[in-house]
């Protein structure tokens, strides 16, 4: 159980977002930070003993850890705040947006208006452009992975 463990002495697991078959995400505290900022894990345990395929996996991840950097400069996408190793478990930190996913928006059987899906799709391809720009496919867009974000009603890509 990983509620109330300090990852990198420093961030402070309060609650498991989602967990799967090679990892989790975690909502957890920045203890070292004013206020204790929340922020967004996710945790990738990839079960692997070969030291050449552990490797790997470490290299892809700091991969992604460097186009997450790049792209966390657009504010519709999540800062990434650090990312670490430890016991060969990956960790990458994230900002926390508050807000509501837009599948809380699309309710089945309550169709939203044109204007409405003209707006939700402006909003998301205007991400998707600067995304894109830079050489990444989110490949998992859905309306889960789209935060109603509550500080401005904007929406933000989330997941990559």
């Known amino acids: 159980m990983m509620i109330g463990n300090i990852l990198d002495g420093r961030y402070q697991i309060i609650k498991i977002i989602e967990s799967g078959e090679i990892g989790h995400a975690y909502l957890a505290l920045d203890i070292r930070r004013p206020g204790e900022a929340q922020c967004f894990?996710?945790?990738?345990?990839?079960n692997i003993y070969d030291r050449r395929l552990i490797n790997i996996v470490r290299d892809r991840f700091q991969k992604e850890a460097q186009t997450?950097?790049?792209?966390s400069q657009h504010d519709r996408i999540p800062k990434l705040l650090a990312y670490f190793e430890e016991d060969r478990e990956f960790f990458l930190v994230q900002s926390f947006i508050p807000g509501q996913s837009l599948d809380n928006e699309i309710l089945p059987g309550k169709p939203l208006s044109?204007?409405?899906?003209?707006?939700?799709l402006n909003e998301v391809l205007e991400i998707l452009v600067?995304?894109?720009?830079?050489?990444v496919i989110h490949?998992?867009?859905k309306p889960a992975n789209l935060i109603r974000r509550k500080s401005d009603n904007q929406l933000v890509l989330i997941d990559f």
């Open 41 to 46: 894990i996710k945790h990738l345990q990839p």
């Open 68 to 71: 997450l950097e790049k792209l």
């Open 114 to 120: 044109e204007k409405q899906v003209i707006l939700i």
């Open 130 to 135: 600067f995304v894109h720009e830079n050489s």
């Open 139 to 141: 490949r998992d867009i």
